[in-house]
Each structure stands twice: as structure tokens, then as C-alpha cells.
């Protein structure tokens, strides 16, 4: 991945004089499809395809995201010569710099997982799914830069990362951060002195045979330290599988919407963060008696501090979840 970073920067130093013109360069180990940069600066990636037909699905125009399907190119390599062919772009609109690690990262994975020369309709199926995760960076946040920041540090130091990606918000309104359709894991974070969450009564109530794990943790904004995407990058350097990053940033990009800029910004102390996660067994936390409540009061939530609640301990073969975790 840092490879196609270099390969941009590089280009955005010296950007083509014309608007019609793109300068290009290819992307390693792929054949065809380019890597390339606007007039303005802004990366493009032109895919090679093959056309069928006069028919060609309508083109895009998000507000950071632009797809324009079977576009005759000017295309300007780097011993200087133009030629004209035929491609599909996939452009990053000005004024969204925020997003170019991420917009490199998706779209080399969808390079990596087509052919050579694919026909539109084949693209096309690949790029709706580019559409839809890039769609959710203009909607509101469902969560906290801090909440998500620390379900992420969970994952990357997990035993097993990417069984929890495969577990990790697997329906939006799910009550738990990890479901694996048997046991959960819900991750707590504070950044006070004692370990207090807040916790609904629903997410403590005991009725059903699953595993509850409650992953608590410390954190710290800092100056200096590590953000999202920096966790992000560590968990990928974990994965085999790396298609698994796609469903990463399509969660980060559902959780926090147009905050997601924001959390560039934003740093916290990853060794301190890591050095405080302590897990605990809902048994073992005390909890308001749900029989006690009236069926007509809703939306119960109460602070617990787990300073002094005996910590999880493994138990090897009882929970494929809890054995990923830790």
C-alpha cells in the first residue's frame, strides 16, 4: 500500500499543465489499469476495459467521488508522451484530501480483484461497492472517534483479527460491538482514572445461553500517538486475507461519517491504551435485577466501575469469538 502512496506523491509533485490531460504511472504488479494524477492534484485511477455494445452504465458524481465509464483519455506516461485510450476513471474530487489514503487503499483492491481487462458490467459490480462506502462519509457519525478507536485497538491485538472483523457490526442497530452469531464481545472505553462505563440494562441481561465478554479499556488523546487510520494500517499487516480491509473502512466509514476527517486529527497513547485492556465475563458484573424494573420503564442505563471485579480468564474451546479475542 505504501508503494502506491510513493507512486501518487510522486506524480502530485509535478501535475499536468492541461485539464485534459492525465499524468499516469502503473501500478505495481497489475497489468493495464493505471494509477493517476488531475491537473489539480487529485488522484484518478483509470481501469482498462472492455466496451460491449453502445450501452455503458450512467456515471457517478458523489460529493468526494466521481466514476465516468469508457472515457477516451489523454494520457501522459512519464517519458512524456501522450496516447488516447479508451478507460474507466475513478477520480477523488478536490477538496477531498482527507480521504486520499483511503480512497488508494479501496481502489487498489478492486484492481487486485478484477482482470485485466474486465467488461463494464464486471467493473461495474466492483465499483458500486466503492459508491456505497464512499456515500457514508457525508452522513452524520453513529459513534465516538474515541469508541471506535478503541473496538479497533481490540482487533488488532486480538489473537485472531480477522475473525472479529467478520464478527464486527454485522447489523447497524446490533446491540453488541461482536456477534458471531453465538457469543458477543462489547468493548467499553473511558478516559477516567477508574475503570467506570456506562452500561443499558438490555446489554447486562442474562436471558439466553451467550457468552457476553466486556472488553474494557483506557485511553488517552495525545499530541502525538496513533489515529484510526494508523490502527487500520497496523491490523492490515496482521491479515492474510487483505479483502477484509474493505469491510474495515465500510464500518469506520458507517461509524463515523463526516467525522472521519476529524479523527485524522485526533491521537491517542497506543502502549498505554493496550497495556490497560482487561476483559470481563457478564456474570461477573453486577447489574440492576431486570425483573426489578417496571415493563413500562425503557432505556435503562447505569455507570459500574470494574476496578475490582475479577478479571476474565480463558477458557480454550468454549467460545470461537472469546478464543479470537484473547
Known sequence: ????????????????????????????????????????????????????????PIDTNLESLKVQYGCRCQVLDKQGNIKEKIYTLISLKPHSEHLHFCFLKSVILIIKNISANPTLGELKHEIDNLIVLFSRFSKPP????????????????????????????????????FNDGVNKIEVKSTTQERRIHTFSLEQLNQNG?????ISSVFVAETGLGINVLDLIEKIESRLEN?????????????????????????????????????????????????????KNILNVKFDCDLTNINTATKVPGKSNLHDALF
Open 142 to 177: 453513529k459513534k465516538t472517534i474515541q469508541g471506535l478507536w478503541a473496538e479497533l485497538l481490540i482487533i488488532e491485538t486480538a489473537i485472531n483479527p480477522a475473525y472479529l472483523i467478520k464478527s464486527w457490526h454485522n447489523v447497524n442497530s446490533a446491540r453488541f460491538d
Open 1 to 56: 500500500m505504501r508503494d502506491i502512496v510513493k507512486i501518487f506523491e510522486k506524480l502530485k509533485e509535478s501535475p499536468p499543465e492541461k485539464v485534459e490531460l492525465i499524468k499516469t504511472e502503473k501500478v505495481p504488479g497489475v497489468k493495464n489499469h493505471k494509477i493517476g494524477c488531475s491537473n489539480t492534484g487529485q488522484p484518478i485511477f483509470l481501469i482498462s476495459c472492455t466496451i460491449k455494445g453502445n450501452s455503458k
Open 209 to 213: 445461553c451467550a457468552e457476553l465478554i
Open 242 to 294: 487483505k479483502s477484509l480491509i474493505v469491510r474495515i473502512y465500510e464500518i469506520v466509514a458507517e461509524t463515523l461519517g463526516h467525522d472521519f476527517q476529524k479523527s485524522l486529527d485526533i491521537f491517542f497513547d497506543y502502549r498505554s491504551a493496550v497495556n490497560s485492556i482487561q476483559h470481563y465475563f457478564r456474570d461477573d458484573i453486577p447489574v440492576i435485577d431486570f425483573n426489578s424494573i417496571p
